[in-house]
Nanobody, 124 residues
Framework: QVQLVESGGGLVQTGGSLRLSCAAS????????MGWFRQAPGKEREFVAA????????KLADSVKGRFTISRDNSENTVFLQMNNLKAEDTAIYYC????WGIGTPKPDEYDYWGQGTQVTVSS
């Protein structure tokens, strides 16, 4: 079993930055593909970013390209989401997720483990 714990969310003004972290338990973390998703009130969960275990593949949603970066530190069992130039529409609960087969994918149904989420609020 893998447990994921997100941190780093908070309140920030438009144009500001936040760095989200997702700490994972489990000895096989380095084999997992990791993803970040977000869900705003009244909206469906949407893909934000994903990364494979060896950092050979990353993908960002079009809405965050040029502003967000996903990275990981397998030695620390942690994946990061650096968010710059934040906009009001980035306000949401952000979740990290793990695909145990190491498959990088933007589809939430293909992730096996999920964290509890961290709130990001961008004020205009």
């Amino acid at each position: 079993q893998v447990q994921l714990v997100e941190s780093g969310g908070g309140l920030v003004q438009t144009g500001g930055s936040l760095r989200l972290s997702c700490a994972a338990s489990g000895r096989t973390f380095s084999n997992y593909a990791m993803g970040w998703f977000r869900q705003a009130p009244g909206k469906e969960r949407e893909f934000v970013a994903a990364i494979t275990w060896n950092v050979g593949w990353t993908k960002l949603a079009d809405s965050v390209k040029g502003r967000f970066t996903i990275s990981r530190d397998n030695s620390e069992n942690t994946v990061f989401l650096q968010m710059n130039n934040l906009k009001a529409e980035d306000t949401a609960i952000y979740y990290c997720a793990a695909n145990k087969w190491g498959i990088g994918t933007p589809k939430p149904d293909e992730y096996d483990y999920w964290g509890q989420g961290t709130q990001v609020t961008v004020s205009s």
